[in-house]
């Protein structure tokens, strides 16, 4: 293939550097005393944070190249002056109304000031009228339910019941009470009174829902599942009858519920996520008056309409954002209505992008790369001394029956039916869309699963691995520089787009992904003794991050954050394996070669390390400590590196170092 072999031709003693500039290391921060900072404190002084951006890095870096380029598609698209009905003229005409803030601004709240008379007037004998309408069309008031590939057999779609109903999301905003958490909920209190004044609300009244929606939603999170009880899977599965969901949670009408909220008659089986956080819900229907669930529809229904409203209520979102992130500026209107575009017409998007951004010559090098990834996991899989055979098969296995997702969908999506009347406002479209999209998805019941879709745009920079399909799947967008260069040294792709390849497959063999065998459906396919030594490694992992303080009296999650840093460390140990013996079958000697200097292994590090250059604000640090499941960028290279002796052996990291951790206390899954 001719990218590969540009590449390989590149092997040789005049290699230089791509994707790295040795510029941005800080000579004065040694490798061996922080990594991260070594490497990246040049990027950091030049890309200064910006008052849009609560943490700017690479990811943005690419991810704004990529929205520049989606815009010059859908500019391109509107000049054309489309037929009416056309998909070019469906986008080009949400991104217009998305962009008509004079528009917006006049109509004010008018776009939903009848829906929410409806729910003010609504009788008592309609309030069950009332919830169906709500759960079917608006949110998904008190809890969560809809369609997903079942989790025993994954061929197959079954219906979920879970926890929900909380703006904020985790249970912490509302329970805890450190300063942090209260600054939230008071920002959030902040949020809903503005939100419900610029709805047309009196002060008086805007505060009564105000104390209700804290009076509920900190109800509901009394009864959530912790962020690391999330993430225990198995316990997720919890299968009942039509019947028994009925006998369960009598105050709602299930009768009704399946038939007039998604269309489709009701299943004989249900599967309950989280049991306490639907039998609060359940307790809450029940109790509740109808006030107070009217100002928790009122609200529910105002969150997610303001978007697509006047600036009035963009300016009260961002108020709130301000507190969760540090950001000081909001986002340009052009990159809003960008995001709203694609959020309903993505795929129509991502079509022209790979026709004028996407080589096949990009795509065929990723499969050879993947293949390499393929063979060196199976190799660190073959050589674990804790596990046993029987086990080796199985994840063998399952490593085989990876389906490989590159670059964009074999068969697009078709928006054909679906309606966009620039003459209607821009929240009346962008409801209508969303419904499209909804009936879309309930279209797939009693449907077999179609595993030919994916669940990102090809403009989207990011990847992931599907447990449920075993499919990992990487977007045309994250295919470029620092990741992805086809000029680029094979250290440099191996240590960038390889590690991320890497990732992705270990994701299958996670605390999460570990639960679901070769055919995507969740099986118990470990020994017992596997399965324990298994947990006692991911301990140490745990611990290792548990230690790190973020911030004075914060430190990280690393239970929470367990999956990804499994993930991080594989995809490294097998990258490495691939490059080395990629290079091997070239001819090349990486303890010879140089690239600008460097010896090829250094540079697959340097690289690693180059990915997560970024900066960030302390707001935004708290925030992802506590909400996300990927580790900070900083833990992500040294916490991580501290456990790979070739790292160490390529940088001469010695014992006194504060880079070194002793042998007996490094961690190795995969």
Known sequence: MAVTLSASGAASAQEHLKSLDPKNFDKTVPAGTDFYQHVTKGWQEAHPLTAEFARYGQFNVLNDSSEQRVKDIVLNLGASNPAPG???????????????????????????????????KTPAEGMEDLFLWMHGNYASPFFSAGIQEDLANSSRYAMYIGGGGMSLGDRDYYLKNDARNKEVREAFKKLVDRQMRNAGYSKKDAARIVKNVMKIETALADSAWTREESRNIPAMYNPRTFAQLKEMFPAINWDRFFVETMGIESPENVIVTEIKSVKRANDLMASLTQREIKDYYLWKYVSQAAGTLSDDFADASFEFNKVMSGVQEQRPRWKRALGATEGVLGEAIGQLYVEKYFPQSSKDYMIELVENLRTALGKHIINLAWMSDDTKLNAIKKLNAFTVKIGYPDKWKDYSSMEIDPALSYYENMHNASMWHQKEHLAKWGKPVDRTEWGMTPQTVNAYYNPLANEIVFPAAILQAPFFDPEASDAENYGGIGVVIGHEMT??????????????????????EDAAKFTELAKGLVAQ????????????????????NIADQGGLRVAMTAFLDSQKKKGVDVKTAKIDGFDPIQVFYLNYANLWAQNIREAEMRSLTQGDVHSLGSNRVNVTLRNIEPFFNAFSIKEGDKMWRPVEERVVIW
Do not use: C
């Open 507 to 528: 994701h299958g063999f996670d605390d999460q992904g570990r639960n679901f065998d070769a055919e995507g459906n969740m099986t118990d396919w470990w020994t017992p």
């Open 545 to 564: 991050f548990d230690a790190v303080e973020v911030l004075p009296g914060l430190n990280a999650n690393g239970q929470y954050t367990l999956g990804e």
């Open 86 to 120: 056309s998909v070019a003229f469906k986008v080009s005409t949400v991104y217009n109304l998305a962009m008509d803030s004079a528009r917006r601004n006049a109509e004010g709240a008018a776009p939903i000031l009848a829906d929410l008379a409806k729910i003010e």
